[in-house]
């Protein structure tokens, strides 16, 4: 079977797991990594045996890399995942994906005119559990679709990059949102601030509503003393809840609540899988491009939201 040849640009807390996984599956073959500190691109080269680049314009130049999977701090993405597309690499880029929708755009835009594939590290969408909801949405199984609450939050991370906990981490939930409602909010109303960090928001309170009334909250935090990263969704007839750590359903009715085993997978294997099949088996695309724009659309208009006190409309 053809291997199908990857790097890793950012080889931080991230972009290690990516290097392990890529090392451990059939399907890919990890060419090289680059990261600009020396210190620890030469480390991880070490590990795992391959060739160590502090400069990804020299490492993207190898014609044996054909994907490339971006981990860099979240504002150096962007410019990192477009010199790849440049350089004719299909590219999985972390979230959020771009600083602003404009270079968002402009990743998707080299996409389609090279050719090539690009997608974005939103990994919930990989958990059997949230793919079930989706389905039970769609097929009405919990009924007409009311609400969705997630809950993202945690303890003062060890490390704070460069971007605040929208997104960082609720950005995760506004695409969690589009993907069980296959819709996008007409608008979205959000509350934000600082209780300790100096610089970004690390509290986000948003709440999306959608055309025929149904509505989302996201509460995202830095602040809670436990990690919780839940989502519960209500319908008409029954709810569904799953908690992403354990990855456990539960599907709820006024009389009976069962709980459907799935065995736990390690997301990140299932996303990588997923991306190496889309570029050898040209198996159709989970998350495109353009849903890592819409999510950023989502992010910023809330971050407007809270800034201007009042609702946004987002215009689709
Ligand atoms: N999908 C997820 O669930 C998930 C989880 C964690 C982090 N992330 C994302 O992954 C990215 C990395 O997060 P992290 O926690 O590993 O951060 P980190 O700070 O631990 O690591 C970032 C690494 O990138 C390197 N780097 C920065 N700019 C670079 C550039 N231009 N070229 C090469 N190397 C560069 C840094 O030296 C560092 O080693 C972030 O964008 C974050 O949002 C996604």
Request: charge should be positive.
């Given at each position: 079977?053809?291997?199908?040849?990857?790097?890793?640009?950012?080889?931080?807390?991230?972009g290690?797991?990516?290097?392990?996984?890529y090392?451990?599956?059939?399907?890919?073959e990890?060419?090289a990594i680059?990261d600009?500190?020396p210190?620890r691109?030469?480390t991880m080269?070490?590990?795992y045996?391959?060739?160590?680049?502090t400069?990804?314009?020299?490492?993207?130049?190898?014609?044996?890399i054909?994907?490339v999977s971006?981990?860099?701090?979240s504002?150096?993405?962007?410019?990192?995942a477009?010199k790849?597309?440049?350089?004719?690499?299909?590219?999985?880029?972390?979230?959020p994906?771009?600083?602003?929708?404009?270079?968002?755009?402009?990743l998707c835009?080299?996409?389609?005119?090279n050719?090539l594939?690009l997608?974005?590290?939103?990994?919930?969408r990989?958990?059997?559990g949230?793919?079930?909801?989706?389905?039970?949405?769609?097929?009405?199984?919990i009924g007409?679709l009311?609400?969705a609450?997630?809950k993202?939050?945690?303890?003062w991370?060890?490390?704070?990059?460069?971007?605040g906990v929208?997104k960082?981490?609720a950005?995760?939930?506004?695409?969690?949102?589009?993907f069980?409602?296959k819709q996008d909010?007409?608008?979205?109303?959000?509350?934000?601030?600082?209780m300790?960090?100096?610089?970004?928001e690390?509290y986000?309170?948003?709440m999306?509503?959608y055309?025929d009334?149904?509505s989302?909250f996201?509460?995202?935090?830095?602040?809670t003393p436990y990690?919780?990263?839940?989502?519960?969704v209500?319908?008409s007839d029954?709810?569904m809840r799953?908690?992403?750590i354990?990855q456990?359903?539960?599907i709820?009715?006024?009389k009976?609540?069962?709980?459907?085993?799935?065995?736990f997978?390690?997301?990140?294997?299932?996303?990588l899988?997923?991306f190496a099949?889309?570029i050898?088996?040209?198996?159709?695309?989970?998350?495109?491009?353009?849903?890592g724009?819409?999510a950023?659309?989502?992010?910023q208009?809330?971050?407007?939201?809270s800034?201007?006190?009042r609702a946004?409309?987002l215009?689709?």
């Amino acid at each position: 079977m053809k291997k199908l040849g990857v790097a890793v640009i950012g080889t931080g807390a991230w972009g290690k797991n990516h290097i392990r996984v890529y090392k451990e599956l059939p399907s890919t073959e990890l060419i090289a990594i680059c990261d600009v500190n020396p210190e620890r691109a030469k480390t991880m080269a070490n590990q795992y045996g391959v060739k160590a680049y502090t400069n990804s314009t020299r490492m993207l130049k190898n014609k044996e890399i054909e994907a490339v999977s971006v981990c860099t701090w979240s504002t150096h993405l962007a410019k990192e995942a477009l010199k790849a597309l440049r350089a004719g690499k299909h590219v999985l880029v972390e979230k959020p994906m771009a600083t602003n929708t404009k270079q968002a755009e402009k990743l998707c835009e080299t996409a389609e005119q090279n050719g090539l594939i690009l997608t974005v590290g939103f990994l919930m969408r990989f958990i059997p559990g949230l793919q079930s909801i989706r389905e039970a949405v769609e097929s009405k199984k919990i009924g007409e679709l009311v609400c969705a609450n997630a809950k993202r939050v945690s303890q003062w991370p060890e490390r704070i990059g460069d971007v605040g906990v929208v997104k960082d981490t609720a950005i995760h939930d506004i695409d969690v949102m589009r993907f069980i409602s296959k819709q996008d909010p007409v608008t979205v109303y959000a509350k934000m601030g600082s209780m300790r960090h100096l610089k970004f928001e690390d509290y986000a309170h948003i709440m999306l509503t959608y055309k025929d009334g149904e509505s989302a909250f996201i509460e995202s935090n830095w602040l809670t003393p436990y990690k919780t990263r839940t989502l519960t969704v209500t319908g008409s007839d029954a709810i569904m809840r799953l908690d992403y750590i354990t990855q456990d359903l539960w599907i709820e009715q006024q009389k009976e609540s069962v709980q459907p085993r799935y065995p736990f997978q390690e997301p990140l294997k299932l996303e990588l899988q997923h991306f190496a099949e889309c570029i050898l088996e040209k198996k159709k695309q989970l998350i495109t491009g353009e849903d890592g724009v819409k999510a950023l659309k989502i992010a910023q208009a809330a971050m407007q939201s809270s800034i201007k006190n009042r609702a946004i409309k987002l215009n689709r």
